[in-house]
């Protein structure tokens, strides 16, 4: 399937309170990791098709052989991620908040970008031992759950629903 097709994204504020709310609800204590999608030295990033002002963060406990968990954030105005920095999920805090107020406000004024009520600011709580965030300004977010193998699964198996096979392994 397509990234259109996948990510629809979500700019109501209540809908995503809500939707972020479960989504930590299902990731608590999952022991994932979260890296940014950035394209690798050939060009590849989890679809052919990622728009250009898109930023995919992918979830796994084991990059290595698959994903199961894409976070996209939408029309992104600014952030605070690493190139190839990989972090750990946070034991006691919500691993993704929609921040509001003086904190939504404190970010934007750091990050320069200006008062706007159709940008939303995201943070995600690094790791256990620290109070350390990333930020993420955008329009909207979307994610989809489901493995992703980063290998030929069909050689040896059929695919479960909820499953598929990145884009460039079979190219």
Not at 64 to 72: A, F, I, M, S
Not at 90 to 97: A, C, F, R
Not at 108 to 115: K, S, Y
């Amino acid at each position: 399937m397509s990234f259109t097709e996948l990510h629809k994204p979500i700019i109501g504020t209540d809908e995503l309170l809500s939707v972020l709310s479960q989504l930590n609800a299902d990731m608590h204590n999952a022991g994932l990791y979260f890296q940014w999608d950035k394209a690798d030295e050939i060009g590849f990033t989890s679809y052919p098709d990622l728009p250009e002002h898109c930023i995919m963060i992918l979830a796994s406990f084991d990059f290595t052989y698959y994903h199961q968990l894409e976070l996209c954030f939408h029309q992104v105005r600014a952030h605070t991620l690493i190139d190839n920095n990989q972090w750990p999920d946070h034991w006691n805090k919500n691993q993704l908040e929609l921040l509001q107020g003086v904190e939504r406000s404190h970010v934007l004024m750091n990050c320069a970008v200006p008062e706007d009520e159709t940008i939303h600011v995201f943070a995600f709580n690094v790791g256990s031992f620290s109070d350390r965030q990333l930020y993420i300004i955008a329009e909207g977010f979307s994610f989809v759950s489901g493995t992703v193998f980063h290998y030929n699964r069909l050689a040896q198996q059929n695919l479960d629903p909820g499953e598929r096979i990145a884009w460039w392994v079979t190219r």
